[in-house]
Structures are given as structure tokens and as C-alpha cells.
């Protein structure tokens, strides 16, 4: 079967055509991550399986088609996991630098000061020149002041350092994708907030 054709039969969800393209590159893809990226096998399963899901929802909202196809099916799919593989790899290069932060300044101080300086800036662009315990006090409110479920969203997200694919498990979103949309809107909605605050 061409990638067309199963490009096509993705679409009208036959599972046939899934099972048949998801059992032939499922052995490469794996033996490609643990001998090129030095990946374990129970990572390289995890990072196959959000891939595939991710390449299957581009064609089923249309981003991916017969048409738009440029590559093999197969080297789409590596694209994204490549891509999922180094935002992963440097968000774990990031965690490292704070946890040696932490150790020689006090894990519970900075991770809070941390946390509540990353929504500020995301809220309205630039670094708060307020004090630490103002900062932290204003946080704590303004995301209190949210709704769900944008208020559980941020702080799994910011204080609880979960995935998008862990929040979109826990909250039932259909996908990480779905998890970033919402955590925008929200993001969006503490905007104003945050301005009110500014103007105290």
C-alpha cells in the first residue's frame, strides 16, 4: 500500500490500514531512536506511541493529506518525534540547572519564585521588577481568581511541572495539542489580572 493510500484510508479511520502501517515501522522507528539517540526501549515506546498519535490527529483535522504529503508517511512520523524528542530532551536539560540551583540555594524558595515568575512573564511579556514575596502573594490570587478549568490547568502545569500528555490524561483533553490550546486561553484570561495588578 502506498503512503497515499493509506494517507486516504486514515481519514475514513480504517483500522486495518492503521494496524497494517502501525506494525510495519513500529520495529525500525524503535531500533532508529535506541541506536541513533541511545533512547531506552520504554522511552523510545512512548515517544512511537504520542507520535503516531499525533500524525493521526494532523490527518484527521486535515492538516496532513494525500495532497500536502512531502516526505514518506514514515519520515513524517520521525519528524515529530524528533521534534517531541528535543523539546523533551530541553526541557530535561533545563530541570537539571534548576535542580543544581536549588541545591546550593534552597529547592522550596526558588521553585516558588520560580513558578510564579514564568506565569508573570507569559502574562504580559516582560520580567516583574516587583519583590519575590509580592510576586508570589499576587500569583497564588490571580490564579486562584480563575475559573476552571484554567485555574487546575496552570498549576499542573507551572507548580506540578506535568506534560502536556500527563494533563491531557488527567483532565480527559483528547491530546497535548488540545492541553496547550487551553492553557493559551487561559493565559489570556490572566492577562487582565495581571494588569489590575500592575496598576495597584
Given at each position: 500500500m502506498t503512503d497515499k493510500e493509506y494517507l486516504r484510508r486514515f481519514a475514513l479511520n480504517d483500522q486495518s490500514a492503521m494496524a497494517d502501517f502501525y506494525d510495519g515501522v513500529y520495529p525500525k522507528f524503535l531500533t532508529y531512536f535506541q541506536n541513533k539517540?541511545?533512547?531506552?526501549?520504554?522511552?523510545?515506546?512512548?515517544?512511537?506511541?504520542?507520535?503516531?498519535?499525533?500524525?493521526?490527529?494532523?490527518?484527521?483535522?486535515?492538516?496532513?493529506?494525500?495532497?500536502?504529503?512531502?516526505?514518506?508517511?514514515?519520515?513524517?512520523?520521525?519528524?515529530?518525534?524528533?521534534?517531541?524528542?528535543?523539546?523533551?530532551?530541553?526541557?530535561?536539560?533545563?530541570?537539571?540547572?534548576?535542580?543544581?540551583?536549588?541545591?546550593?540555594?534552597?529547592?522550596?524558595?526558588?521553585?516558588?519564585?520560580?513558578?510564579?515568575?514564568?506565569?508573570?512573564?507569559?502574562?504580559?511579556?516582560e520580567d516583574s521588577d516587583r519583590k519575590h514575596l509580592e510576586l508570589e502573594d499576587f500569583v497564588d490570587r490571580a490564579v486562584a481568581e480563575l475559573k476552571p478549568p484554567c485555574d487546575r490547568i496552570l498549576r499542573l502545569f507551572y507548580w506540578d511541572r506535568l506534560s502536556g500528555v500527563e494533563i491531557a490524561k488527567l483532565m480527559n483533553y483528547s491530546n497535548a495539542d488540545s492541553v496547550k490550546t487551553q492553557k493559551n486561553k487561559c493565559m489570556n484570561k490572566l492577562k487582565p489580572i495581571v494588569d489590575r495588578f500592575r496598576r495597584l
Open positions: 539517540y541511545k533512547k531506552t526501549e520504554d522511552y523510545t515506546k512512548d515517544l512511537f506511541h504520542e507520535s503516531y498519535m499525533a500524525m493521526y490527529d494532523n490527518i484527521l483535522c486535515g492538516k496532513l493529506s494525500a495532497d500536502s504529503l512531502t516526505s514518506s508517511l514514515y519520515q513524517y512520523l520521525l519528524g515529530i518525534a524528533i521534534h517531541k524528542m528535543q523539546a523533551g530532551d530541553r526541557k530535561n536539560h533545563e530541570l537539571e540547572k534548576e535542580q543544581l540551583y536549588f541545591r546550593a540555594y534552597g529547592e522550596e524558595v526558588t521553585m516558588n519564585t520560580r513558578v510564579r515568575k514564568k506565569i508573570m512573564e507569559e502574562a504580559d511579556g
